[in-house]
């Protein structure tokens, strides 16, 4: 505190005034002490609603109870969601501006690539909406936490998840197998390279990527014989079931793919797991390292 | 300016054919040098190399191969046959049939239970078009009616293909119409060579029996008739060849255009104009060029997986064009 109120030394014939004074120099304290309090966090708001399946994971794990009303439909979906789980419990949306003006949201969170045309519409509308770049680090992955927190007035529990992240990103580091190359090849080929959150994991699991190895940004296709050639020693499957087969996954049939199986060890990542930044990510990196450990482990008799 | 002889020109077709052959396996987006390629391909033992040169690269090849001669086969006999110069798959329409065929059979999940329902289901596909087409140009078809058939037939055929991509619940088939109207052979497997190849030789066979009573044909069916040719037995003949062969080769790899087209216009004044000289040179021309299409997709645009299609469109359709063109002229 400031010597704002220091003890009134002065005699009875001042009393009043000082008394008086002291009450004024108090409120003054108080408010300059709460006005920017309240300015932030006088009202978090109560009426959210999220758009994009990975600002929905990370508002559900961020919000107080009844903040959060409405996520998008890919949140329920185990294949994209890691917190599918939760998700029913939360309105679903659509990503149509309709709906969502009709759901009468204070905050509307979204991706910045998510469908863009009413996202502008609802902007024009007048409705505060505050866009999540993607991530493709953990350093991004921890301002957007950090971000989400404070939008929601959450900002203890963001703070938590953080920790939380460190903590389990130092312990990955701290027994790390070293040399060992992770490919994923997902359907039509695709694998993720630099600049990508699979990228982080994979570096946070102490592995190397093949990806950004043969040069790939972002994602882009891993040519069957380039995997072939470069034999990782894990290879992530994730293969999708869906309800109908599709050309899209005739790759993880092709007998040059199940030879690759049969020498590298596969991981199983749900993609889910990193998709999307979030505290699930220490699942995804978890799986990769024990996969690390296991190729290590069975490396060492044929080394004597 | 004098003709090659007949026997130079097959034997020049047959060292292009070799050749792209060659440079197809020798061509890839991995570093796999020219001579370790060659060293996997003949080695016995089972290395890395081999295996992407025998599981990857080889059937690229042998599908391009097959496929470019099936393509090159049917366009000579379908010109032939229906004594029309526009004639051919994709433009009749068989190509985009066949596509349904083996869109039905593979999105519904019916090929994965039966592998043999994927070729069967594109040959089914063609049949039907084939039959169609024939039906609606009648016996002396003109060029406009057969041309608008087959409008009609490959609208319709694409516009259900698509129907059918969009109703699956995979998320991915949507975006898979592309390959089906293009065609590629992007990783392919040796498992879709001997799906589709008995069929595609079956045709060929059928296809190549009718190169002498096209002769005959030249000189109008009634004549051809009063001569000994059992029209009946030709029309079923280039028929079942047809939907054999090109159902086959699309339920694989999709509908590729134009190579029917073209190969045979361009070598026709080259033979004399021969149906029965034409037919084994359209063959060998039409694996020259879809090989070479194949290698240009991948030096292209490597990693992009470019669509065949593209590639064939971008030299059939300003040929196709210039048929208009000339065929306006001519009735002028």
Same mark, same amino acid.
């Given at each position: 505190?400031?010597?704002?109120?220091?003890?009134?030394?002065?005699?009875?014939?001042?009393?009043?005034?000082?008394?008086?004074?002291?009450?004024?120099?108090?409120?003054?304290?108080?408010?300059?002490?709460?006005?920017?309090?309240?300015?932030?966090?006088?009202?978090?708001?109560?009426?959210?609603?999220?758009?994009?399946?990975?600002?929905?994971?990370?508002?559900?794990?961020?919000?107080?109870?009844?903040?959060?009303?409405?996520?998008?439909?890919?949140?329920?979906?185990?294949?994209?969601?890691?917190?599918?789980?939760?998700?029913?419990?939360?309105?679903?949306?659509?990503?149509?501006?309709?709906?969502?003006?009709?759901?009468?949201?204070?905050?509307?969170?979204?991706?910045?690539?998510?469908?863009?045309?009413?996202?502008?519409?609802?902007?024009?509308?007048?409705?505060?909406? $505050?866009?999540?770049?993607?991530?493709?680090?953990?350093?991004?992955?921890?301002?957007?936490?950090?971000?989400?927190?404070?939008?929601?007035?959450?900002?203890?529990?963001?703070?938590?998840?953080?920790?939380?992240?460190?903590?389990?990103?130092?312990?990955?580091?701290?027994?790390?197998?070293?040399?060992?190359?992770?490919?994923?090849?997902?359907?039509?080929?695709?694998?993720?390279?630099?600049?990508?959150?699979?990228?982080?994991?994979?570096?946070?699991?102490?592995?190397?990527?093949?990806?950004? $190895?043969?040069?790939?940004?972002?994602?882009?296709?891993?040519?069957?014989?380039?995997?072939?050639?470069?034999?990782?020693?894990?290879?992530?499957?994730?293969?999708?079931?869906?309800?109908?087969?599709?050309?899209?996954? $005739?790759?993880?049939?092709?007998?040059?793919?199940?030879?690759?199986?049969?020498?590298?060890?596969?991981?199983?990542?749900?993609?889910?797991?990193?998709?999307?930044?979030?505290?699930?990510?220490?699942?995804?990196?978890?799986?990769?390292?024990?996969?690390?450990?296991?190729?290590?482990?069975?490396? $060492?008799?044929?080394?004597? | 300016?004098?003709?090659?002889? @007949?026997?130079?020109?097959?034997?020049?077709?047959?060292?292009?054919?070799?050749?792209?052959?060659?440079?197809?396996?020798?061509?890839?987006?991995?570093?796999?040098?020219?001579?370790?390629?060659?060293?996997?391909?003949?080695?016995?033992?089972?290395?890395?190399?081999?295996?992407?040169? @025998?599981?990857?690269?080889?059937?690229?090849?042998?599908?391009?191969?097959?496929?470019?001669?099936?393509?090159?086969?049917?366009?000579?006999?379908?010109?032939?046959?229906?004594?029309?110069?526009?004639?051919?798959?994709?433009?009749?329409?068989?190509?985009?049939?066949?596509?349904?065929?083996?869109?039905?059979?593979? @999105?519904?999940?019916?090929?994965?239970?039966?592998?043999?329902?994927?070729?069967?289901?594109?040959?089914?596909?063609?049949?039907?078009?084939?039959?169609?087409?024939?039906?609606?140009?009648?016996?002396?078809?003109?060029?406009?009616?057969?041309?608008?058939?087959?409008?009609?037939?490959?609208?319709?055929?694409?516009?259900?293909?698509?129907?059918?991509?969009?109703?699956?619940?995979?998320?991915?088939?949507?975006?898979?119409?592309?390959?089906?109207?293009?065609?590629?052979?992007?990783?392919?497997?040796?498992?879709?060579?001997?799906?589709?190849?008995?069929?595609?030789?079956?045709?060929?066979?059928?296809?190549?029996?009718?190169?002498?009573?096209?002769?005959?044909?030249?000189?109008?069916?009634?004549?051809?008739?009063?001569?000994?040719?059992?029209?009946?037995?030709?029309?079923?003949?280039?028929?079942?060849?047809?939907?054999?062969?090109?159902?086959?080769?699309?339920?694989?790899?999709?509908?590729?255009?134009?190579?029917?087209?073209?190969?045979?216009?361009?070598?026709?004044?080259?033979?004399?104009?021969?149906?029965?000289?034409?037919?084994?040179?359209?063959?060998?021309?039409?694996?020259?060029?879809?090989?070479?299409?194949?290698?240009?997709?991948?030096?292209?645009?490597?990693?992009?997986?470019?669509?065949?299609?593209?590639?064939?469109?971008?030299?059939?359709?300003?040929?196709?064009?210039?048929?208009? @063109?000339?065929?306006?002229?001519?009735?002028?």
């Amino acid at each position: 505190m400031s010597d704002c109120g220091s003890p009134a030394i002065s005699p009875a014939p001042a009393g009043i005034v000082m008394r008086w004074l002291r009450r004024l120099c108090a409120a003054a304290l108080a408010l300059a002490f709460f006005a920017p309090l309240t300015v932030l966090a006088e009202k978090p708001p109560r009426r959210v609603v999220s758009m994009n399946v990975c600002t929905d994971q990370l508002a559900m794990l961020l919000a107080a109870p009844g903040q959060l009303l409405s996520v998008s439909f890919l949140a329920s979906d185990p294949g994209s969601s890691a917190l599918a789980a939760q998700a029913p419990r939360y309105r679903p949306n659509h990503g149509l501006a309709e709906e969502i003006f009709l759901m009468e949201p204070d905050l509307v969170i979204t991706g910045t690539y998510t469908t863009q045309v009413a996202v502008s519409m609802l902007e024009r509308l007048g409705f505060r909406v $505050e866009k999540f770049a993607f991530e493709t680090s953990f350093d991004d992955v921890r301002k957007n936490i950090r971000r989400m927190g404070a939008l929601l007035g959450q900002e203890q529990r963001a703070d938590d998840m953080v920790e939380t992240l460190d903590a389990g990103l130092q312990q990955l580091a701290a027994n790390a197998v070293a040399e060992l190359t992770v490919a994923t090849y997902a359907s039509n080929s695709y694998t993720t390279g630099r600049n990508s959150l699979s990228e982080a994991v994979i570096e946070a699991a102490g592995l190397s990527n093949l990806g950004s $190895e043969v040069g790939i940004e972002g994602s882009g296709r891993l040519p069957l014989e380039v995997l072939v050639l470069a034999m990782p020693q894990i290879v992530t499957s994730d293969t999708p079931t869906y309800d109908a087969p599709a050309l899209a996954q $005739e790759n993880f049939v092709h007998p040059a793919y199940q030879a690759v199986l049969e020498r590298a060890r596969t991981a199983s990542v749900p993609a889910a797991n990193w998709i999307c930044g979030g505290p699930f990510n220490l699942v995804a990196a978890q799986i990769l390292h024990d996969a690390a450990h296991a190729v290590a482990a069975q490396r $060492e008799p044929t080394d004597k | 300016m004098r003709r090659l002889p @007949y026997i130079v020109l097959l034997a020049l077709l047959t060292l292009l054919v070799a050749v792209t052959f060659v440079l197809s396996l020798l061509i890839g987006p991995s570093d796999l040098g020219m001579i370790d390629s060659f060293h996997a391909l003949f080695s016995t033992e089972t290395s890395i190399g081999s295996m992407v040169m @025998y599981e990857i690269r080889l059937p690229r090849a042998v599908l391009g191969l097959m496929i470019g001669i099936t393509l090159g086969l049917s366009g000579a006999v379908l010109q032939g046959f229906l004594r029309n110069p526009l004639a051919e798959p994709g433009i009749l329409g068989i190509s985009s049939a066949a596509a349904l065929g083996a869109v039905l059979a593979l @999105y519904t999940g019916l090929s994965a239970l039966f592998p043999l329902a994927l070729p069967l289901a594109g040959l089914a596909g063609a049949f039907v078009a084939v039959l169609l087409i024939r039906a609606m140009a009648g016996a002396n078809g003109g060029t406009l009616t057969l041309i608008l058939a087959g409008v009609a037939v490959s609208a319709f055929a694409g516009a259900m293909s698509t129907l059918v991509l969009n109703l699956s619940p995979n998320p991915f088939a949507a975006m898979e119409i592309l390959f089906w109207m293009l065609g590629s052979l992007t990783d392919r497997s040796m498992t879709h060579v001997w799906l589709a190849g008995p069929f595609m030789i079956v045709g060929w066979i059928m296809l190549a029996s009718l190169a002498r009573p096209l002769d005959t044909l030249t000189l109008g069916p009634d004549a051809a008739a009063t001569m000994g040719i059992n029209v009946g037995r030709l029309q079923a003949l280039a028929v079942f060849g047809t939907a054999a062969s090109v159902g086959a080769a699309v339920s694989v790899t999709g509908a590729i255009g134009f190579v029917g087209l073209v190969v045979p216009h361009v070598l026709r004044p080259l033979v004399g104009s021969i149906p029965s000289r034409l037919l084994p040179a359209s063959a060998l021309g039409g694996a020259a060029v879809l090989l070479t299409s194949d290698i240009l997709v991948r030096v292209i645009a490597p990693g992009r997986d470019l669509k065949l299609g593209v590639l064939t469109a971008m030299v059939g359709a300003p040929f196709f064009l210039w048929l208009v @063109y000339r065929s306006r002229r001519n009735e002028l």
